[in-house]
């Protein structure tokens, strides 16, 4: 079977640690559990080293189509600009894995 993932990353601006991580959990996560076949399927914060500080995926099974229909929507349009405006190195990119 194929796993697609949008991968999530950013670093956190200084003294505003939690503000992507609140906005991912408040604005991202229940967009994406509202769009049907897809899911947050990881979330990861960073404690130390040279790599972003946040990676968080976005799952679909079987094919990235839900994938590249959930990040042409107008709500995702929308509040990844917000969340731009929140964190700085924020970049999101599709992978194939299979399992």
């Known amino acids: 079977m194929m796993l ?6 950013f ?6 640690a939690g503000a992507g991580q609140r906005f991912f959990a408040q604005n991202i996560a229940p967009l994406v559990q509202g769009h049907g076949r897809v899911y947050v399927g990881e979330i990861w914060w960073t404690m130390w ?9 976005i799952i ?9 229909e959930l990040v042409r929507t107008d709500r995702w349009q ?17 992978v ?4």
Not at 11 to 16: I, L, N, Q
Not at 60 to 68: F, H, I, P, V
Not at 78 to 94: C, P, Q
Request: glycine share 10%; aromatic share 8%.
């Open 4 to 9: 697609y993932k949008l991968i999530i990353t």
């Open 11 to 16: 670093d956190a601006r200084d003294g505003e």
């Open 49 to 57: 080293g040279e790599i972003p500080q946040f990676l968080g995926g």
């Open 78 to 94: 929308k509040l990844w600009e917000e969340f731009k405006s929140l964190v700085d190195n924020l970049s999101l990119r599709l």
């Open 60 to 68: 679909a099974e079987g094919s990235a189509d839900a994938l590249r």
């Open 96 to 99: 194939q894995e299979e399992v």
